[in-house]
């Protein structure tokens, strides 16, 4: 079993930044994926970037160079730093956890962006 512990979402203004962080815990595997995943009102769940144990990276088309996830050594925390953020990025932002033994998500984040 795994759990995460998302924190960092919040209401910010167009252009701004914020930085979204999940927590890790139970039985974490060497080889793993984690990542963050939004989902705006009436809209289907999207992956926004995704950060593998050998630091691979993946991201959605419309935040690149943007969005910047990272990992700490432990590999047991991910990071979403979010840049220039608009309306649009408005959002339940979701953790997720997978590996060969499971797949695993966290309560979720809002992310709120005024213009």
């Known amino acids: 079993q795994v759990r995460l512990v998302e924190s960092g979402g919040g209401l910010v203004q167009a252009g701004g930044s914020l930085r979204l962080s999940c927590a890790a815990s139970?039985?974490?595997?060497?080889?793993?994926?984690m990542g963050w995943y939004r989902q705006a009102p009436g809209k289907q769940r999207e992956l926004v970037a995704t950060?593998?144990?050998?630091?691979?990276?993946n991201y959605l088309g419309s935040v690149k160079g943007r969005f910047t996830i990272s990992r700490d050594n432990a590999k047991t925390t991910v990071y979403l730093q979010m840049n220039s953020l608009k309306p649009e990025d408005t959002a339940v932002y979701y953790c997720?956890?997978?590996?060969?033994?499971?797949?695993?998500w966290g309560q979720g984040t809002q992310v709120t962006v005024s213009s």
């Open positions: 997720r956890y997978y590996s060969s033994r499971g797949d695993y």
């Open positions: 139970g039985s974490i595997l060497g080889l793993n994926t």
């Open positions: 950060i593998s144990s050998v630091y691979t990276t």
